[in-house]
């Protein structure tokens, strides 16, 4: 099995902070060693009601503004900080990428021409955003499906071959919870998937957000190519995703050990395997043979 693909999501984990971003970068790529690190972009007015905008934070805690919406704000960089970010994923070797939740949005990042867009489970039934990816952008598309029926899911897999679009499409399995108990993430879904859709789609992914990283080499066991954790340098910080975060060793760890999944998942070549022979001449010289 080829080795799985591996997402850091910083998302918004930088607490707004340019100086902490450039960090992450730099330490999921020469640390974490990870294939691709992604951040977030929303247009909050555009998401948001007036009334949600202007609401209390409901984690007040967690706040970085009087409001939600100034909260939002704060976290979100602009398309020119997006720009600054994909010079230091190049610089520093690591692939960007970016989750759109809205039109405005994913206008503005495919001017960046990135190589993939994520699409959240939150919006993945938004048929105009969806649509305008397809039209618009010729990378592969990636799009959880938490929080999703079946009969959703195949909608969404009908709309991408409507567009003749579904072979750039990388669909992931995945529970929209902070953290999700083990009993809920609900692995065999991948096998479901892969069942359903492996010859409809580009690739098919796991979205984790669980606590420790056991579950992410089960996850290519059973057939993931690409894993996704949130990622952060402190669990303790303030904001609703630290804690449902891998620290960078963690998501050192867990590309390794994917990566170490992935290359043992093979039959073996023959019989008595190079590695085998020696032991062979020496533990068995003396059996009766059969």
């Not at 060693?33 to 007015?45: G, S």
């Not at 897999?157 to 072979?167: A, D, L």
Request: hydrophobic letters at 35%.
């Amino acid at each position: 099995m080829k080795a799985p693909k591996i997402i850091a999501e910083i998302g918004c984990n930088h607490k707004g902070d340019m100086a902490i971003a450039k960090e992450m970068i730099m330490t999921a790529a020469t640390y974490c060693k990870v294939d691709v690190v992604k951040f977030q972009k929303r247009c909050n007015k555009e998401l948001l009601t007036p009334e949600e905008y202007n609401a209390p934070h409901p984690h007040p805690e967690n706040s970085y503004g009087k409001t939600y919406g100034e909260h939002r704000e704060f976290l979100e960089f602009n398309l020119d900080q997006h720009r600054q970010l994909q010079e230091w994923c190049n610089e520093f070797g690591v692939e960007y990428s970016t989750s759109v939740w809205d039109i405005t949005s994913a206008k503005e990042i495919c001017t960046l021409h990135p190589n993939l867009i994520k699409i959240p489970s939150a919006c993945n039934l938004n048929k105009g955003l969806l649509e305008y990816l397809c039209d618009n952008f010729g990378g592969e598309i990636h799009l959880s499906f938490g929080m999703t029926t079946r009969d959703e899911e195949e909608q969404i897999i009908q709309f991408f071959e409507s567009k003749s679009r579904n072979k750039d499409l990388v669909i992931y399995d995945c529970t929209s919870g902070y953290p999700v108990p083990f009993e809920d993430i609900c692995l065999l879904e991948i096998t479901r998937l892969r069942e359903l859709y492996a010859d409809r789609v580009k690739a098919i992914g796991f979205s984790g957000h669980h606590l420790g990283i056991a579950v992410d080499s089960a996850a290519v066991a059973l057939g993931a190519e690409w894993v996704e954790r949130h990622y952060t340098l402190d669990r303790t910080w303030k904001g609703t995703d630290h804690a449902a975060s891998l620290e960078p060793d963690g998501v050192r760890k867990l590309a390794r050990d994917c990566r170490a999944v992935a290359k043992a998942l093979a039959y073996k070549k023959e019989d008595i395997l190079d590695i085998e022979k020696v032991q062979r001449n020496k533990l068995k010289k003396n059996q009766v043979k059969w």
